[in-house]
């Protein structure tokens, strides 16, 4: 994360969604303009029933419930009517996915009150827990705010949660899950599924589209809390639960809160409520100086290399081809060890060297393969981090890897173990909030940059933040501190590629190698229906091309969807060869990104 944004009261306080505020409005240029006006108003009637208006939409809010949101626009209804009183809105999540209601279902009661003008309060009271949720409007966005909390006696609480039910069933989720998707609620891809901030959930947005219109909810937190998105389960696919979570360690833990979701309405597509959301994020971290920084060759890129082998002779048939300006290479093996061993050493083989210089030569954009955080135990470094390795928040096991017959296992536990398996590639997470962490790995890549004239470099397993047993090192998540890091490497006069693009690092990168829906490797059922919504493309864009990662040479039916996948998606197109062959001679994929790159 970069130094703390200077902002004024106001704004830190619109930034982090403590209370309803003033929202930047999107242009027409999306395909609707947004100017709210009119009247906004909370009132609580006799029955407890919370009627909601702003500007741009009515609402109704039953024990925590939201049971009619109509767009005053173009009076479309967006929920489907459902019986309140079989189910409660407030949940308290512990460990392993266990969910205990709070509300009425356990000798419990609801209680609704008005506490202010724009404000009203629903308090939970049952056998199990106690909650609270402030219901709020705000007249200068348009937005109803739902600001739930929920605690307990039991400890372990992991995250609260607040179910949103009775979507209609013609609307369609859109939603940053692997670049984006636009489903039905109850796609198999992912009905009753879980999606972690900002691993898997890459934006704190959802969007209900319908044919035309719909409405979204989203996040506005500057301060990296984690939170995730649950759609629908095995029996109702038409909902949807946003958790609130507390930072790990979480053994102990009571209670959770503190976030507030936004909702709001809008005409047109789903650029609609994306761009708001994109205008949000680049006021609260003053990007608009951060794309200043970016430099136009980013933006003429035509294609890109994942996994590129050193191999000089792919270069001299790649620079007949197309312009080495526009292609991007990832330069994976190039270190005097192997692939995923020793690190943090980089030193460069004779032949990537003799690779490094040529491709310099000749204009290519090549980035070295460096990790973010990983590092081998039998490296010096280790003892020096050991003890700010990542723990799972639940089951407290060390976050790494190892390889066993091509199949990733988990890190040994045992001490000495750790110390013995370097032929199985062990490796484990340091928490990038440590500054001895960011220092060490900072110096080894200046001095690659410095001894390989390097100008770009990619850092690996960007994406792997995670609320963590051990969530805060030095007063940092470990999203805070892969975001500083990346932007201390950039501030060596960097360009830096990483693993997976969130909007959490997204600030500082200049390229970012994603992954296809839940299948890195090889295609999957239903890989089709994933394509065609550039979500994170049209909101991180701007500052960061994306480009794909593996299975991408187009040699068989796999291949060629994963590509198309891809570039439906946003990404530049991308080729993964393992020969110059493969350039002079060229399957479908590889041709179309080649002719992307002479355009």
């Avoid at 001895?436 to 390097?454: D, H, N």
């Amino acid at each position: 994360m970069k130094p703390k944004l200077e902002f004024s009261r106001r704004s830190f306080v619109r930034a982090a969604g403590v209370v309803p505020a003033a929202l930047a409005r999107p242009s027409s240029a999306s395909g609707s303009s947004y100017q709210p006006q009119g009247r906004t108003s909370i009132t609580v009637t006799g029955e407890g029933v919370i009627q909601a208006e702003t500007p741009t939409l009515t609402a109704r809010i039953e024990k925590g419930f939201l049971t009619s949101l109509r767009s005053k626009a173009s009076s479309e209804e967006y929920l489907a009517p459902f019986d309140t009183a079989k189910f409660d809105a407030l949940q308290l999540v512990y460990p392993q996915g266990e969910t205990v209601d709070v509300g009425e279902q356990k000798f419990g009661r609801v209680e609704t009150r008005k506490v202010a003008e724009h404000r009203a309060e629903i308090l939970f009271q049952n056998w199990d827990g106690d909650g609270v949720i402030t219901v709020s409007v705000d007249p200068d966005s348009g937005d109803l705010v739902i600001e739930p909390s929920a605690y307990s006696s039991r400890p372990g609480v992991r995250a609260c949660r607040w179910r949103l039910k009775g979507l209609r069933r013609d609307l369609k989720l859109v939603a940053p899950f692997f670049q984006g998707v636009s489903l039905s609620l109850d796609d198999s891809l992912i009905r009753s599924s879980h999606w972690e901030w900002p691993h898997r959930w890459e934006a704190g947005l959802a969007i209900l589209q319908a044919s035309s219109g719909g409405f979204s909810v989203h996040m506005q937190d500057n301060r990296y809390r984690y939170k995730a998105l649950h759609v629908g389960s095995s029996d109702d696919p038409y909902m949807l639960g946003f958790d609130t979570e507390a930072y790990g360690p979480i053994d102990g833990n009571l209670s959770a809160g503190g976030l507030a979701w936004r909702i709001n309405v809008h005409q047109g597509d789903w650029k609609v409520p994306a761009e708001r959301y994109r205008k949000w994020l680049w006021e609260a971290h003053s990007l608009a100086k951060e794309e200043q920084r970016r430099e136009p060759w980013l933006q003429a890129l035509g294609m890109a290399i994942s996994w590129c082998p050193g191999d000089i002779a792919i270069l001299e048939a790649l620079s007949k081809q197309a312009d080495p300006r526009k292609i991007l290479i990832h330069f994976s093996s190039w270190r005097t060890d192997a692939y995923d061993e020793n690190y943090p050493t980089y030193t460069a083989s004779d032949g990537a060297i003799a690779f490094l210089a040529r491709a310099h030569q000749l204009g290519f954009h090549v980035m070295p393969h460096f990790n973010i955080m990983e590092v081998d135990p039998n490296h010096a470094v280790y003892s020096q981090v050991r003890d700010f390795q990542y723990r799972h928040i639940e089951t407290k096991k060390l976050y790494g890897w190892s390889w066993v017959k091509a199949r990733a296992i988990g890190v040994p536990e045992s001490n000495a173990s750790r110390l013995d398996h370097r032929r199985e590639k062990v490796m484990v997470k340091i928490h990038p909030g440590l500054a001895r962490w960011r220092s060490i790995l900072c110096s080894r890549i200046q001095e690659a940059a410095r001894q390989y004239a390097l100008k770009d470099v990619f850092v690996d397993v960007a994406l792997n933040t995670f609320n963590l047993h051990n969530c805060l090192v030095e007063n940092m998540t470990s999203s805070e501190g892969v975001n500083r890091l990346v932007h201390e490497i950039a501030g060596l006069g960097l360009s830096v590629g990483g693993e997976g693009l969130n909007e959490t690092f997204f600030q500082g990168l200049h390229f970012a190698q994603v992954h296809l829906f839940r299948n890195p490797r090889s295609a999957m059922e239903g890989l089709d229906r994933t394509g065609g919504c550039p979500l994170n493309h049209f909101l991180f864009g701007r500052l960061c091309r994306s480009f794909g990662y593996t299975g991408l040479g187009g040699r068989n039916a796999d291949e060629e969807l994963r590509a198309r996948v891809h570039e439906s998606n946003g990404a530049l197109p991308t080729i993964t060869i393992r020969s110059a062959a493969e350039i002079t001679n060229p399957a479908p994929a590889v041709k179309r990104a080649l002719d992307n790159a002479r355009r």
